[in-house]
């Protein structure tokens, strides 16, 4: 299976702290998504890293990518009890049918 | 509102009964996908869509059937459901196939007794 793998599976925090989640993947990549799941519902879509870029920040989310180690980070600064949810990285693997492949996903809990 | 919409949000039937799921997307987005998630194996692609008319396996396809006359829509059809088809179901929509974000709707609970 070519499913990226999150790293840890879960993690607690209390509000205001920073939440570090890692994704390693296999082969080479064009890009690295992340995407966050609320309870009862869809994946949302948070950033997106291209294989040539090394980090990129939208409000306090902060992603890197080190192709070297084919692995990935999703920080989040400053954590709120509404950042509870499963966190997950998809990986868009170089190949001519290539598809957008998702790991089995981190659930992050923000204690109040 | 453009967005992605799936139907029903739960559904219950019985082994060996045919049932159909159904997504439809107002971005007028080229690929469409359909993963299910469960517990211990994440999101797993059963087929995708490029452009109407055109549709490929995915990672679990047995058991599935797909198909796409109108772009805006997905539909995915168990033709013999079993309980190991019990899941939840998300439709996405995206640009692209992997290269652009993929737009999900809200899942389809999806119980078979």
């Known amino acids: 299976s070519q499913q990226g793998e999150e790293d840890p599976q879960a993690l607690s925090i209390q509000e205001g702290e920073n939440a570090t989640m890692n994704c390693s993947y296999k082969?080479?990549?064009?890009?690295l998504q992340w995407y966050r799941q609320n309870s009862g519902r869809g994946l949302v879509h948070l950033i997106l890293i291209r294989s040539n870029e090394r980090e990129k920040h939208s409000g306090r989310l902060r992603v890197t990518l080190d192709t070297s180690k084919k692995s990935s980070s999703l920080l989040i600064t400053a954590s709120r009890a509404a950042d509870t949810a499963s966190y997950f990285c998809?990986?868009?693997?170089?190949?001519?049918?290539?598809?957008?492949?998702f790991g089995k996903g981190i659930t992050l809990s923000v204690r109040p | 509102d453009a967005g992605i919409t799936q139907s029903p949000r739960y559904k219950i039937t019985e082994t060996g009964r045919q049932v159909t799921l159904m997504c439809h997307q107002t971005?007028?987005?080229?690929?469409m996908f359909w993963y299910r998630q469960d517990l211990g194996h994440g999101l797993r692609l059963i087929y995708y869509s490029a452009a109407a008319d055109i549709t490929d396996k995915g990672e679990v396809p047995d058991g599935y059937v797909v198909s796409r006359s109108k772009t805006e829509n997905f539909p995915l059809t168990l033709e013999s459901a079993t309980r190991s088809q019990t899941s939840v179901y998300f439709c996405?929509?995206?640009?692209?196939?992997?290269?652009?974000?993929?737009?999900f709707g809200n899942g389809t609970r999806l119980t078979v007794t």
């Open positions: 082969t080479s990549i064009n890009n």
């Open positions: 996405a929509s995206s640009e692209d196939r992997g290269r652009s974000p993929l737009h």
């Open positions: 971005w007028s987005h080229s690929y």
């Open positions: 998809a990986t868009d693997y170089t190949g001519a049918n290539s598809k957008l492949t």
